[in-house]
């Protein structure tokens, strides 16, 4: 079993619909989670940043933690073509002197 | 403040040759990873480097090794290069105190 797992889509929606992207993952030493937004032939740019278990909310965006569950989602509210992207998720056991493990990456589509 | 810079942006090489690639981090970030992605793969931790010294190793081989100076700036080298060293090489930085990283725009390596 991967340490961290992610449904690689792609995934489809029209404009202005509530997008959920998903990771789970087998590693119970994980608290700090984050998401990634990568467009094609760039780098992975930081979303969102979340300790521990909860809610994280920036603007459309809102980061769910379920440490119980091993299960972190990324919600977008009202999609926009320019959120079409590779999302990532990663983790880390440790603030600042541990490796991130990603996920694979889903493949998102918002078409207008 | 400036973003991680990578250079070259792009690379050729053939089998066998061997490559050197940089990675400027954001000022004031004192650790620097290198990841690998492929399509097949996705993101790959190579290695992690906080004031010149290795921190974190990923499970790559030898051929493979970085190197960072006293400025935080990073170089990785790969020697002997294989086809399946055709990636995109991403460097990311943070300041070594906290989880999150920023990504560089990679280095887009194909080896013929």
């Known amino acids: 079993q991967k340490e961290v797992e992610q449904d690689p889509g792609p995934l489809s929606v029209p404009e202005g619909a509530i997008v959920s992207l998903n990771c789970t993952y087998s590693?119970?030493?994980?608290?700090?989670f984050m998401w990634y937004r990568q467009y094609s032939r760039k780098g992975p740019e930081l979303l969102m940043y979340?300790?521990?278990?909860g809610n994280k909310e920036d603007g459309r965006f809102t980061a769910q933690v379920d440490k119980s569950s091993k299960y972190i989602s990324l919600f977008i509210r009202d999609s926009q073509p320019s959120d079409s992207a590779t999302y990532l998720c990663?983790?880390?056991?440790?603030?600042?002197?541990?490796?991130?493990?990603f996920g694979k990456g889903t493949r998102l589509s918002v078409i207008a | 403040k400036a973003g991680v810079t990578q250079t070259p942006r792009y690379l050729i090489k053939t089998r066998g040759q061997q490559v050197t690639l940089s990675c400027s981090p954001i000022?004031?970030?004192?650790?620097v990873s290198w990841y690998q992605q492929t399509p097949g793969q996705g993101l790959q931790f190579l290695f992690e480097?906080?004031?010149?010294?290795?921190?974190n190793k990923g499970n790559f081989p030898g051929r493979f090794s970085g190197r960072q100076f006293s400025n935080s700036r990073s170089e990785m080298n790969v020697s002997t290069l294989e086809l399946g060293d055709s990636a995109l090489y991403l460097c990311?930085?943070?300041?070594?105190?906290?989880?999150?990283?920023?990504f560089g725009p990679g280095t887009r390596l194909l080896v013929l």
């Open positions: 990311a930085s943070r300041t070594g105190t906290e989880g999150s990283q920023y």
């Open positions: 590693n119970s030493a994980f608290q700090y």
């Open positions: 979340t300790y521990s278990s």
């Open positions: 990663a983790m880390s056991a440790y603030s600042g002197n541990t490796p991130l493990v």
């Open positions: 000022s004031g970030h004192r650790s």
């Open positions: 480097y906080f004031s010149e010294t290795q921190r």
